[in-house]
């Protein structure tokens, strides 16, 4: 499946950006979809993950309550909604998806978005 993510942008803390995550190709649903951050000079992080339905989310303890990761498989498209973010959020945010289960681990992905740089200003 191919991805391309969108939505990123400059916010200040507190404020509040959507991803998306556009899928062609091989059937969306029949992958797990994910997002990963990385910030400058760090590793690739997990944020969030879905299951092929969207009936179970997994989230990183830094985003729990903040973000909620969904998915529209007529749509091909999966979102991350970012809440009330913090300067600490500040990275490059990428797509993900998997036909097999799930994992925190970034290299059990095959399929990648290109990127889309979040800013966020104290």
């Known amino acids: 499946v191919q991805l391309q993510a969108s939505g990123g942008g400059s916010v200040q803390a507190g404020g509040s950006l959507r991803l998306s995550c556009a899928a062609s190709g091989r059937a969306f649903g029949a992958n797990i979809m994910a997002w990963f951050r990385q910030a400058p000079g760090k590793e690739r992080d997990f944020v969030a993950g879905i299951a092929r339905s969207g009936g179970i989310r997994f989230y990183a303890d830094s985003v729990r309550g903040r973000f909620t990761i969904s998915r529209d498989n007529v749509k091909n498209t999966g979102y991350l909604q970012m809440n009330s973010l913090k300067p600490e959020d500040t990275a490059v945010y990428y797509c993900?998806?998997?036909?097999?289960?799930?994992?925190?681990?970034?290299?059990?992905?095959?399929?990648w978005g290109q990127g889309t740089q979040v800013t966020v200003s104290s």
């Open positions: 993900a998806a998997t036909p097999r289960t799930w994992s925190r681990q970034s290299d059990e992905y095959d399929s």
